[in-house]
């Protein structure tokens, strides 16, 4: 199983970024799927989860401004990150809900 995170980088307060994770080796469609993030010194949090149906759930400190989402053609799951912050920095990990695979981690650096 490999999960393979892309599109973090260097970004200002108040811009975007969109996050994917490229997901080979189970049948994607029928897994739910979540992010998390680390940040320096802290403990890694769950940020957001997609059924496979579809359902979308968030922590409170992203809701109306990051949204996942998922192509099961593409087997590939997405976070858009609109209005970030400084505290949004972290390494972000996509990861296979119940079944316990992670991806290697995009660093997202948000900084003027």
């Known amino acids: 199983v490999q999960l393979q995170a892309s599109g973090g980088g260097l970004v200002q307060p108040g811009g975007s970024l969109r996050l994917s994770c490229a997901v080979s080796?189970?049948?994607?469609?029928?897994?739910?799927m979540d992010w998390y993030r680390q940040a320096p010194g802290k403990q890694r949090e769950w940020v957001a989860g997609?059924?496979?149906?579809?359902?979308?759930d968030y922590v409170r400190s992203v809701k109306g401004r990051f949204t996942i989402s998922r192509d099961n053609a593409k087997d590939t799951v997405y976070l858009q990150m609109n209005s970030l912050k400084p505290e949004d920095t972290a390494v972000y990990y996509c990861?296979?809900?119940?079944?316990?695979?992670w991806g290697q981690g995009t660093l997202v650096t948000v900084s003027s």
């Open positions: 080796g189970i049948v994607f469609r029928v897994n739910g």
């Open positions: 990861h296979v809900q119940l079944r316990g695979y």
């Open positions: 997609i059924s496979s149906g579809g359902s979308t």
